[in-house]
């Protein structure tokens, strides 16, 4: 993606991203193509990278898995640029530790270490608990919903009874976003971000089969079926807002394949066949988290950014680069599947996500 786009559209010129995005589906054109006698085109300015994110100063902002990885990089840039992060993570040992390690690098950056698992019901609630003791009343400017585990080997239950990757994945993101919504500022600026995955592309979901009891696949069925739910409900979650006039932006990225302790934790430890495809992937098609992160933090800050929005690398099948508007996946764009895996989620979790007047 850039800092800045022109589009020509059917002979007309809009300025930015809404030119191309409508509704939920984009259309990305990265060079000049002849249909007939119309020209598509997008002119592009430099790749939209890190410096380029406006001051975060004054605003408050919660990263989910922010100890590690994408999450930590993504942390580590807003707190750069002046934000207030508020950081959980699984311990306050490694919270404290991320913490340190931003610090060592930005002494005056505004850190907040706690404690939260997504893979608990009971830890979301006592997060949100914690939260609105700490900081009442409205409070937060951005909630970016990073944290995840990919590829389990074996079909796992949580504390709660739930498949874990779809716990920890969506059904977590989904409480948490659910309670903590009270406490997003309702004004400009504030945006919830999800991280999602290129995975979805060839996942669907299966609704008979939503904690994978009746059949598990590691990757692109278990993993596959929680990012795309997690896509699902970015785009359902802005359907929502925009119908009852909230100015509450949601917006949606993924971060191609990005070499993280997610990538090493669970491909690797996978299936021969999947650690040997991890393994060529990762010789030149990879990126480091830190590029890894770009898509999320112009989700989450990028002025270009668009309600709804999907965005994710501009290189080779989205795996990596810099980045830009993507498609988003025809089975996120489906609106029963949307309001039934909403339903669903409220039935599992027990909490009621009811944004305004139905």
């Known amino acids: 993606m850039l800092g800045r786009s022109r589009v020509l559209v059917r002979g007309e010129r809009a300025e930015g991203l809404g030119a191309l995005q409508q509704g939920a589906k984009v259309r990305w054109i990265a060079k000049q193509e002849r249909t007939g006698n119309t020209f598509w085109m997008a002119d592009r300015a430099k790749p939209w990278g890190a410096e380029q994110i406006p001051s975060q100063a004054g605003r408050r902002v919660v ?29 306050m040992e490694k919270a404290k530790d991320a913490v340190e390690r931003i610090r060592r690098e930005i002494p005056a950056a505004k850190l907040t270490p706690c404690v939260l698992d ?44 739930f498949e874990r990757q779809l716990a920890t994945n969506f059904l977590g993101p989904f409480a948490l976003t659910a309670l903590l919504y009270p ?22 979901m299966e609704f008979d089969n939503l904690q994978s009891e009746r059949r598990y696949g590691s990757m692109r069925q278990a993993y596959g079926q929680s990012k795309l739910a997690d896509l699902l409900f970015a785009v359902e979650l802005q359907r929502r807002l925009t119908r009852v006039g909230s100015p509450v932006m949601v917006t949606a990225a993924h971060p191609g394949y990005a070499i993280t302790n997610l990538m090493t934790s669970g491909p690797g430890s996978g299936p021969s066949l999947l650690r040997t495809m991890s393994g060529l992937l990762a010789l030149g098609l990879s990126q480091d988290a830190a590029h890894g992160a770009l898509p999320t933090l112009f989700a989450a800050v990028a002025p270009e950014a668009v309600p709804g929005g999907y965005y994710g690398p501009d290189g080779w ?42």
């Open 63 to 91: 990263i989910t898995g922010a100890n590690s990885g994408i999450g930590f990089e993504t942390a580590r840039e807003l707190a750069r640029r002046g934000a207030e992060v508020v950081l959980p993570a699984r311990s």
């Open 118 to 161: 997504l893979a608990e019901q009971d830890s979301v609630r006592a997060f949100v608990a914690w939260f609105a003791r700490e900081y009442p009343g409205p409070a937060i400017d951005l909630l970016i919903n990073n944290a995840g585990v990919m590829a389990i080997p074996q079909r796992e239950l949580t504390v709660d009874g």
């Open 183 to 204: 406490q997003v500022r309702q004004r400009e600026g504030s945006r919830v971000v999800i991280v999602s995955s290129s995975v979805t592309k060839w996942a669907k």
């Open 317 to 358: 099948l989205e795996l990596k680069g810099y980045p830009k508007a993507v498609p988003i996946p025809a089975g996120a764009q489906d609106p029963k599947g949307a309001e039934r895996l909403w339903s669903e989620a409220e039935r599992l979790t027990g909490v009621a996500f009811r944004i305004g007047s139905r």
